[in-house]
């Protein structure tokens, strides 16, 4: 399973060498429209390869799908945590319980009635 593992990856890291020794042309990358560009009277622009504009957009979708499905799970989560609190809660109360029922008992009689 390990070498399937590393074949797989050793697959993608040829894909990704492969796609940027395609792009490697220089473009530019405006951070605003022209038109907004000129009222704002700033122009802000970078020259760099086009494969790096295509990883960044890849890597900035995976930020950006990750954060927005940690957001949505919130109510899954916080679901859960009320599952545990509450599941604490009743073990406590049981313990409790338990201890009343035994209490004024031999010991070894409390154990083996529990066990039971």
């Known amino acids: 399973m390990r070498y399937v593992r590393y074949a797989s990856i050793a697959v993608f890291a040829v894909a990704l060498i492969l796609v940027a020794l395609a792009n490697r042309g220089m473009v530019q990358v405006k951070l605003l429209p022209d038109e907004v560009a000129a009222l ?68 070894v009689l409390a154990i083996l009635d529990e066990a039971s």
């Not at 494969?51 to 890597?59: M, P, W, Y």
């Not at 109510?75 to 609190?85: C, D, G, M």
């Open 40 to 107: 704002a009277a700033l122009n802000p622009s970078l020259k760099m390869p086009l494969f790096l504009v295509i990883f960044g957009g890849i890597i900035a979708g995976l930020i950006i799908g990750f954060f927005w499905e940690w957001l949505r799970e919130a109510k899954e989560r916080a679901a859960a945590n009320r599952a545990k609190r509450e599941m604490q809660r009743l073990r406590d109360e049981l313990r409790r319980l338990k201890g009343e029922k035994h209490e004024g008992k031999d010991e």
